[in-house]
Every structure is written in structure tokens, then in C-alpha cells.
């Protein structure tokens, strides 16, 4: 770890029971077969946990050097980058979805449904 979670202003038994949640809430009831948490202050990393299983079925421990495949990711990614583009100021008439698309693509951004 990068540095203490007392350093960075914050409480280790605090840090403790979002460990716990996750275990009690998520894990343990089968909800996911387990997770890692980082939390960071001030770019600072003060706490880390790998819970759960890798491998439920061969009741293979999560590793904290363990890939995750992760599906279907653009909607989320491509909101957060709307709204860093809207907390800069900009507005639906200034974002411009024609950017990332590719040549000869049509788009409908900002055009009413009846104009499509």
C-alpha cells in the first residue's frame, strides 16, 4: 500500500467493513463468486482486498493478480465520458458523436425522432 489509511485522514476498522459487506452481502450469499476493492485518497492507495473465489467450482481463492473479463462496457464508458464533457460545459449542441464514428457512419445526435 501506498500509504496508511490514518495518514490519508481515514478509519481502518471503517475501511474493515466495506470487506465485510461485500462478503456478507455479495459473496457469501452467491450473489458474485468474489471481488477486489481498492479505495484511494489524494491519488494515494490506503486500502486493498481481494475477496472470494476465482473458481467456485474448483474452490480456487481469488488472486489479487486475477483477470476479469468484462462484458458490454461501452454504454458505462461512454457516459462517463458524457458527463466529463458536460461538467466541463459542454452541451448537446457542442458534442459532436460524429468524432468516434466511422467514415460514412449516419448519426441522429441532437436531430428530433420524426427527422431520423
Known amino acids: 500500500m501506498a ?21 456478507h452481502d455479495f459473496i457469501e450469499p452467491g450473489l458474485i463468486p468474489g471481488c477486489q476493492l481498492l479505495v484511494a485518497r489524494h491519488g494515494e492507495v ?26 458490454s462496457m461501452t454504454k ?14 459542454a452541451s448537446a449542441s457542442t458534442i459532436r458523436c460524429t468524432a468516434s464514428s466511422p467514415p460514412g457512419a449516419s448519426c441522429a445526435c441532437g436531430k428530433p425522432a420524426a427527422a431520423r
Open 3 to 23: 500509504s496508511t489509511p490514518l495518514r490519508a485522514g481515514m478509519a481502518t476498522d471503517r475501511l474493515r467493513r466495506l470487506d465485510d459487506w461485500l462478503r
Open 46 to 71: 490506503v486500502h486493498r482486498a481481494t475477496l472470494g473465489r476465482m473458481d467456485v467450482g474448483r474452490d480456487r481463492e481469488l488472486r489479487d493478480d486475477a483477470l476479469f473479463r468484462i462484458y
Open 76 to 89: 458505462p464508458i461512454t457516459s462517463v465520458a458524457l458527463m466529463m464533457l458536460w461538467k466541463r460545459g
